[in-house]
Nanobody, 125 residues
Framework: QVQLVESGGGLVQPGGSLRLSCVAS????????VGWYRQAPGKQRELVAA???????NYTDSAKGRFTISRDNAKNTIYLQMNSLKPEDTAVYYC???????????????????WGQGTQVTVSS
């Protein structure tokens, strides 16, 4: 089994910063792309940032210039550095990983997607 566990959320004032972490554990051979998503009350879950296994990143327009996604492959950990936070960034943040469980799955490109349980980010004065 695979688990993704997010941490680092909390309450922060507008203009502040938070660093979210997502640790993947369990039966993992290779992690392909990883994304950070968020879901605000009454809204659909949206992709905030993503990073491929090669380090290519992309961001939603609202995150560009303020958020940075990164990964430490040796630790199976993905980070989201969030700066200049705004009240509209308030949401539950989830990480999502696309991975191969073993060498056979990797060889035949058999990918599985996993979600973490989410971490609350609240931006408020």
């Amino acid at each position: 089994q695979v688990q993704l566990v997010e941490s680092g959320g909390g309450l922060v004032q507008p203009g502040g910063s938070l660093r979210l972490s997502c640790v993947a554990s369990g039966r993992i051979f290779f992690i392909y792309a990883v994304g950070w998503y968020r879901q605000a009350p009454g809204k659909q879950r949206e992709l905030v940032a993503a990073i491929t296994s090669g380090g290519t990143t992309n961001y939603t327009d609202s995150a560009k210039g303020r958020f940075t996604i990164s990964r430490d492959n040796a630790k199976n950990t993905i980070y989201l550095q969030m700066n200049s936070l705004k009240p509209e960034d308030t949401a539950v943040y989830y990480c999502n990983a696309d991975l191969a469980a073993d060498s056979n799955a990797f060889l035949f490109n058999l990918r599985q997607k996993y979600w973490g349980q989410g971490t609350q980010v609240t931006v408020s004065s």
